[in-house]
């Protein structure tokens, strides 16, 4: 069977799915109405005044269509635009969340590449003056350059980390919106089920009632409930998803980019290599935490899968999410370290590292964005 979760995505797949849920609802008021309409009890007093014999018959008619069907329609209704909202609502905040994040960690991106754009500066006038080259200067002003330089190495070092960890939480808003859009859709495929069923289960109460009613078109209601019966709620979402269906996920994962690991950036190439060793290390100790935060996820999933009366299926299913998402944060983390290798071993002319993640990492240069995307 087709899922929610695997059709609706990206683009307008959100707008696809809350656009079909919403003409559900609204098909749903309109036979609601429309059976309210044929039970009014003024209608059927007009029934009774001209055909008394079946007074009673055409009383139990408007009684069952009012509390079998409209009844029942309208609770499902007001129940299913409550849980939709909820759902839905999540998932814009989880949304907005993501984009401010993103937000952040550009003006940091831009932050950190200033800084360090200023310090190669800071750093290559200093050795014009010990070298002296150009215009000379006191020992004052000397020792007031060293002084720069030396804040301008500590700001750097602050401005790269506030970088990458605004980049981690900006994946993690990320996994948090992908959760939540993996809940709506599956609240709104269940709700989608729940109200083919009702459906399904009204138009065979609204026959079994006309037939009582009406003998001579006793032939039509079979076919009615014949229909009714051919209702197939999972053909029908895997309809939806055929049809209207944007595709499946294809999480992107933005990447750390680094001032110094373009080439065509002008860093002093003794000071890039320390750069980048520097922040290989760091990527390669985050990585070893993340592997330990990973492992314990997995101990906790065999525990379950050992001892199943510990949990229950919600349980379960987060604990799966839990892995999936420490899953995405190493992927994050390896692309990144891959990358910095990369980077290092164009400096020194070293062989080029080998990583699984390198045909799926690509390189915008007009947006000086590098993205790594997930298959």
Not at 88 to 109: F, P, S, Y
Not at 206 to 211: A, G, R, T
Not at 285 to 311: C, H, N, W
Request: proline share 2%; hydrophobic share 30%.
């Amino acid at each position: 069977m087709c899922h929610f979760q695997d059709s609706f995505w990206w683009g307008n797949g959100y707008e696809e799915m809350h656009r079909y849920i919403k003409q559900g609802e609204e098909f749903c008021k309109e036979m609601e109405g429309i059976v309210t309409e044929r039970s009014v009890q003024n209608a059927w007093q007009k029934m009774v005044v001209e055909l008394e014999a079946e007074e009673e018959i055409h009383r139990s008619l408007s009684f069952g269509l009012s509390q079998d069907v409209a009844k029942v329609l309208n609770g499902l209704t007001e129940q299913q635009i409550k849980q939709r909202h909820v759902v839905e609502n999540a998932v814009k905040d989880r949304l907005k969340a993501h984009g401010e994040k993103q937000k952040q960690q550009l003006r940091l991106k831009k932050t950190s590449h200033k800084t360090c754009r200023d310090l190669e500066s800071a750093l290559e006038t200093l050795a014009d003056v010990k070298a002296n080259r150009g215009k000379p200067m006191s020992e004052k002003d000397v020792a007031k350059l060293e002084k720069n330089c030396r804040k301008l190495e500590e700001a750097l070092v602050k401005s790269d980390r506030d970088y990458r960890d605004s980049n981690m939480k900006t994946e993690e808003a990320r996994l948090a919106w992908e959760a939540s859009m993996y809940r709506c859709c599956q609240t709104l495929e269940a709700m989608e089920l729940e109200r083919c069923q009702q459906v399904q289960l009204m138009l065979v109460k609204y026959s079994q009632l006309v037939e009582t009613v009406i003998r001579p078109t006793e032939q039509t209601c079979e076919e009615l409930i014949q229909a009714a019966s051919d209702i197939n709620p999972t053909d029908d979402v895997t309809l939806v998803c055929e049809q209207s269906g944007t595709g499946p996920n294809t999480p992107e994962q933005l990447l750390v980019d680094y001032y110094e690991e373009d080439s065509k950036n002008q860093v002093n190439a003794d000071r890039r290599c320390a750069y980048l060793e520097r922040k290989i290390q760091e990527a390669a100790e985050e990585i070893q935490r993340q592997e330990k935060a990973k492992m314990g996820v997995e101990s906790l999933q065999k525990a379950y899968q050992e001892q199943p009366d510990f949990t229950d299926d919600k349980g379960a299913d987060d604990v799966t999410r839990q892995l999936f998402e420490a899953d995405a944060l190493l992927n994050l983390l390896k692309a990144t370290h891959y990358k910095l290798l990369l980077s290092h071993s164009e400096v020194t002319g070293s062989a080029q590292p080998s990583s699984q993640f390198a045909e799926y990492i690509t390189t915008t240069r007009d947006k000086q964005v590098r993205e790594g995307r997930r298959k």
